[in-house]
């Protein structure tokens, strides 16, 4: 018996199934997702065909063959586009502690925020370096594959609603500012303010595919790599070795290991806790 | 009760669970050669110890949080982290994701549940506690219909009952137990084995 309970009666492709899709929307529109983790890829499709209220395989494919507006749509309901201002805040307090007063030293910082989403994460980085004095100095690049949350990251729109969580979560962190002084606040959003924005580029960039573009001091990819399966983030370590100068620094999720890929023996630890480590020369 | 070559139990609780859990674990033998996974529900910006409070059990192995890509070990009892759901892949490691909360949950016991029930099929025993949401029921029913057992606390002894209760409705072929059985239960899949 299957019974319908919330929302979670939907569509479960088979291994085949999903590869015929992974095939087709790399042959259509050149997006590669076949190293993506296979149970949250099956998941998230799942999740596209319900909202768009698709039963079968075939309807699914005839769209993605048909319609490239449904694609569009299709590309951005895929990808898990979460994020908050100031997440773990312990991962920033280490930041502030630990890694920052060693940027300092550097005449400009170069900072890759890889998966950026919708800017949450780079924001909150701008705000730290403004406090340490270092925003003057910093050039933020912020990349990811989904044009959508691009879009939306330049115009620096902030959920209203989660604003309570992210000041708290600015508290936490060591902030010492009163939070709303960085951004105006609308009636269902909030703006940040232009000022801690206009050193960040936004550009798309798929981690999957794309080249080394520039060398950084740092770089964060904080839950992006989940999605990848373990030759992807093989592939995504090497690049940000590639990417990074000489003891820079590379942050990743907080329930994220360098433990089982290849590049464990090319960095160090700076924080366990947080995450943090350093590239060793 | 038919009795199967067990490699998988996964529990499942939410408000009112942990003291179950507690002495779910407490009962585990000294060796067990399946793993055991727990997914409870917690607040989202408190600083959760949990996985600490669990460990601190007579016999059992700590209880660790994993990372993305953990490969599953077997006599090791897993806790869901906060604010992650948490996933099986079919080569036996764990995933995880930060995915929009599901019925207001992450992590999700049904998405666990679900995926467990995938991978470890017939192999798995489904056990879902005490609770104030619905969180669970698909997931007992997934843990079914692919041939594994599924175990719900009796709303009875439950300090609250709408999960179970929840998750009875809709799977008759589920195990109505109070937790003194739930324990007989485990000690139960070790001796067999
Ligand atoms: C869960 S969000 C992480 C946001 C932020 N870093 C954080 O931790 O809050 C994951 C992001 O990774 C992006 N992404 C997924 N695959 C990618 C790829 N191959 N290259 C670049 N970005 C990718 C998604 O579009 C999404 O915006």
């Not at chain 1, 895929?78 to 280490?94: Q, S």
């Not at chain 2, 019925?103 to 192999?123: C, G, K, L, M, N």
């Amino acid at each position: 018996m299957v019974v319908k309970i919330g929302m979670d009666t939907e569509y479960r492709l088979t291994e085949v199934e999903l590869e015929e899709i992974i095939q087709l929307i790399l042959q259509k529109y050149g997006y590669d997702f076949r190293n993506y983790a296979r149970t949250s890829l099956t998941r998230r499709i799942a999740r596209c065909m319900n909202i768009a209220n698709l039963k079968t395989l075939y309807e699914l494919k005839y769209n993605l063959i048909n319609e490239s507006s449904f694609f569009t749509w299709f590309l951005e309901t895929l990808t898990v586009n979460v994020t908050e201002m100031f997440r773990d805040p312990l991962f920033y307090k280490d930041l502030r502690e630990k890694v920052l007063p060693a940027l300092a030293s550097y005449p400009i910082i170069k900072i890759w925020h890889a998966g950026c989403a919708t800017g949450e994460e780079v924001f909150s980085m701008s705000i730290l370096l403004h406090e340490a004095g270092l925003l003057n100095r910093a050039k933020l690049y912020a990349t990811d594959l989904n044009p959508a949350n691009l879009e939306r990251a330049r115009k620096g729109i902030i959920s209203m609603e989660q604003i309570k969580d992210y000041t708290l979560n600015y508290i936490q962190s060591g902030g010492k500012n009163d939070f709303s002084t960085y951004y105006t606040a609308h009636y269902q959003s909030a703006i940040i303010r232009k000022e801690f924005r206009s050193n960040i580029l936004f550009a798309q960039h798929n981690l999957a595919v794309d080249q080394v573009f520039n060398e950084f001091q740092l770089i964060c990819c904080r839950n992006v790599m989940i999605y990848f399966n373990r030759e992807l983030q093989n592939h995504v370590f090497r690049l940000f070795y590639n990417s990074l100068s000489p003891k820079g620094y590379l942050a990743i999720g907080i329930k994220e290991s360098l433990l089982f890929t290849d590049v464990k023996e090319q960095f160090e630890s700076v924080s366990a806790a947080a995450r943090i480590y350093r590239r060793k020369n | 009760m038919q009795k199967q070559d067990i490699k998988m139990v996964v529990i499942g609780g939410s408000a009112g669970s942990l003291p179950v859990v507690m002495s779910l674990l407490e009962a585990l033998p000294e060796t067990f050669s399946f793993t055991v996974v727990i997914v409870i529900h917690r607040s989202k910006n408190v600083l959760s110890e949990m996985d600490k409070l669990l460990s601190h059990i007579r016999n059992v192995p700590n209880v660790h949080e994993p990372d993305d890509k953990e490969p599953i070990l077997a006599h090791r009892v897993y806790l869901a982290p906060q604010n992650y759901h948490l996933l099986i892949e079919t080569n036996k490691t764990f995933s995880l994701d930060y995915s929009e909360p599901i019925s207001f949950s992450r992590p999700s016991i049904d998405v666990t549940f679900e995926s467990v029930a995938q991978v470890y099929a017939q192999q798995t025993v489904g056990i879902l506690l005490s609770g104030a949401n619905t969180d669970g029921t698909k997931g007992v029913s997934e843990v079914i219909r692919h041939g594994g057992i599924g175990i719900v606390q009796d709303p009875n002894t439950a300090e609250y009952p709408v999960m179970p209760h929840a998750a009875l409705l809709q799977n008759q072929a589920a195990l109505c137990l109070p937790t003194s059985h739930i324990t007989t239960f485990l000690k139960q899949l070790n001796d067999n084995i």
